[in-house]
């Protein structure tokens, strides 16, 4: 499948525990492109599977360990397919319910575009208007794939003081 248009591509925020996966993990890797595997929530997944396409972009967001933040950006390389870890039994996400006919966890590869020089930590989001917001600001929002708006796109390059 081809790369969205710049005019119909969509924006997303991923989220990662950074001991599990980093930007560092990201940049180490060959191409600095890598799955996003391990996603085990029904409503993440569905975007995954259905929405989330090659040429979107993706803002990458570490959680649970501090400091809570965007890192830097991914372009998503290629579009969604059967979470091969699903079928591992030595992987933490295996799924022994999951079958290779009928998968039911997918990923997607993410390529690196841009590390920001500090990360956009929760607080800068949290105060200003544009991105406090933002889906992974409500209390509660534990979803780690989440649609991110253009304007918020833009609004988070503006506060790492890069261009988008």
Same mark, same amino acid.
């Given at each position: 499948?081809?790369?969205?248009? #710049? ?7 991923? !989220?990662?525990?950074?001991? #599990? ?6 940049? /180490? ?18 975007? %995954? ?23 830097? $950006?991914?372009?998503?390389?290629? /579009? ?30 993410? !390529? %690196? ?11 800068? %989001? /949290?105060?200003?208007? /544009? ?17 991110? $708006?253009?304007?918020?796109?833009? #609004? ?6 890069? !261009?988008?």
């Amino acid at each position: 499948m081809p790369p969205r248009a #710049a005019s119909t591509r969509r924006y997303w925020l991923f !989220k990662s525990e950074p001991s #599990a996966f980093s930007i560092d993990h990201l940049e /180490a890797a060959a191409g600095q492109t890598a799955p996003w595997d391990g996603v085990r929530n029904y409503q993440a997944r569905n975007f %995954l599977r259905d929405d989330v396409q090659v040429g979107d972009r993706v803002l990458f967001y570490y959680s649970r360990e501090e400091p809570l933040g965007i890192f830097g $950006t991914m372009t998503v390389v290629r /579009a969604g397919y059967p979470d091969f870890t699903q079928f591992d039994p030595t992987s933490k996400y295996y799924d022994p319910g999951s079958k290779t006919d009928a998968p039911r966890w997918i990923m997607v590869d993410v !390529k %690196l575009l841009k590390r920001f020089p500090e990360p956009v930590t929760r607080e800068q %989001l /949290a105060a200003d208007s /544009a991105t406090s917001g933002m889906l992974v600001m409500k209390r509660g929002m534990r979803l780690s794939i989440q649609p991110v $708006t253009p304007e918020e796109w833009s #609004a988070v390059h503006r506060l790492a003081g890069v !261009k988008p």
